[in-house]
């Protein structure tokens, strides 16, 4: 796949290619253990997420985006995906972004939410939703840096198997004189 942006030094965003799938499931999985970044309670398989991937690669306003390092190695992902399956609410999408273990805390998050919110636009999209677990502290922090605010709340309707979650639903208007 072509580069699309090179996010630092030896970091650069393409879009995701069928042959990325495998490590874009390693990496979500990955974060399943933590109860902190997915509402899945149990690891997800290729052939699970196939029909999603499959569907954002035949959508061009809902894209998958990884970025790689100079080596090859899939760091990080991040997609915009349908907030609502109805039409009316084209204008608006769910961002979602994992980063594997090995390169958290680098700082590769914010530059790729950063980078895809200036996507946002030019794929139709006024408003940015991020959809993140009242207990999960650096996402909430993550999307304060990046100027989103709490659109809303939904208390305890997520069953972490041990607790009971909040679930925080973060908003950014992206039109591009917002930006």
């Known amino acids: 796949m072509a580069i699309l942006v090179e996010l630092s030094a030896g970091q650069h965003v393409s879009l995701a290619a069928p042959s990325d799938l495998l490590a874009i499931v390693q990496i979500y999985n990955q974060s399943i253990d933590s109860k902190v970044a997915t509402a899945d309670l149990r690891p997800v398989t290729v052939a699970m997420r196939q029909k999603w991937f499959d569907a954002h690669a035949g959508d061009s306003k809902r894209p998958i985006y990884v970025v790689?390092?100079?080596?090859?190695?899939l760091m990080a992902w991040g997609s915009f995906s349908n907030l609502y399956d109805r039409p009316a609410y084209h204008i608006s999408s769910e961002i979602s972004i994992y980063v594997a273990t090995e390169y958290q805390r680098q700082g590769l998050a914010k530059r790729l939410a950063t980078w895809m919110l200036t996507q946002a636009p030019q794929l139709g999209i006024n408003n940015v939703v991020a959809l993140v677990f009242g207990h999960n502290m650096a996402s909430l922090a993550?999307?304060?840096q990046l100027g989103f605010s709490e659109w809303g709340r939904m208390p305890?309707?997520?069953?972490?198997e041990g607790f009971i979650a909040d679930v925080v639903m973060l908003g950014k208007?992206?039109?591009p004189a917002n930006q």
Not at 68 to 73: V, Y
Not at 156 to 160: A, G
């Open 142 to 144: 993550l999307f304060a």
């Open 156 to 160: 305890q309707v997520c069953d972490m």
């Open 173 to 175: 208007a992206v039109h």
């Open 68 to 73: 790689k390092n100079e080596a090859g190695a």
